[in-house]
């Protein structure tokens, strides 16, 4: 569907797992294409003439779940960047239900297969991203990190705002 008012949801990472990510975005990623922090985005474009129902079904889905623990599970080569691929059945699951509830809004990028990652590095080199794919490799440990809700924003052709957040197990 078309809009002129583009949404982006993204999962609400605890913050202390998220500064990891955020260093290595401000270290690769480029300057002057860098104007967020690192982010698990699980929806590109949802129509922001909806915005309503839509933070209805955030705040409906999260109150619902507790939070969740997400494993970040290996390196993505991007081609142009590199990205941490997250696992997470609990993610999934939320995913699946908020793609039925947005479905006749979704666009192309949004019907794929969703492979839930936070990119760190992208818009570079095929040297640049296999040299940090490569370095990063060396040193990668799985780990765990919080997800404690959802975050709605609203696209700014570059920048976001950010519109709403809905607490997992919070009931309003």
């Given at each position: 569907m078309k809009t002129l008012k583009p949404l982006i949801l993204t999962a609400h990472i605890y913050d202390s797992d998220l500064e990891p990510f955020d260093r290595l975005r401000q270290a690769n990623f480029p300057r002057d294409r860098n104007f967020l922090r690192a982010h698990l985005t699980m929806f590109h474009r949802i129509p922001g003439e909806y915005k309503e129902q839509v933070v209805q079904h955030l705040i409906d889905v999260?109150?619902?779940?507790?939070?969740?623990?997400?494993?970040?599970?290996?390196?993505?080569?991007l081609g142009a960047g590199v990205a941490f691929s997250i696992v997470s059945p609990e993610l999934q699951a939320i995913h699946a239900i908020l793609r039925r509830a947005f479905m006749p809004w979704l666009g192309g990028q949004d019907m794929q297969k969703w492979q839930p990652h936070i990119t760190i590095q992208n818009k570079v080199s095929k040297l640049a991203a296999d040299s940090l794919h490569a370095?990063?490799?060396?040193?990668?440990?799985?780990?765990?990190?919080?997800?404690?809700?959802?975050?709605l924003w609203r696209y700014l052709g570059g920048p976001w705002q950010h519109e709403s957040l809905a607490i997992f197990g919070q009931v309003r």
């Amino acid at each position: 569907m078309k809009t002129l008012k583009p949404l982006i949801l993204t999962a609400h990472i605890y913050d202390s797992d998220l500064e990891p990510f955020d260093r290595l975005r401000q270290a690769n990623f480029p300057r002057d294409r860098n104007f967020l922090r690192a982010h698990l985005t699980m929806f590109h474009r949802i129509p922001g003439e909806y915005k309503e129902q839509v933070v209805q079904h955030l705040i409906d889905v999260a109150a619902g779940h507790a939070p969740i623990t997400a494993v970040v599970s290996g390196l993505r080569h991007l081609g142009a960047g590199v990205a941490f691929s997250i696992v997470s059945p609990e993610l999934q699951a939320i995913h699946a239900i908020l793609r039925r509830a947005f479905m006749p809004w979704l666009g192309g990028q949004d019907m794929q297969k969703w492979q839930p990652h936070i990119t760190i590095q992208n818009k570079v080199s095929k040297l640049a991203a296999d040299s940090l794919h490569a370095a990063l490799t060396r040193e990668f440990q799985p780990h765990t990190i919080e997800i404690i809700g959802l975050d709605l924003w609203r696209y700014l052709g570059g920048p976001w705002q950010h519109e709403s957040l809905a607490i997992f197990g919070q009931v309003r």
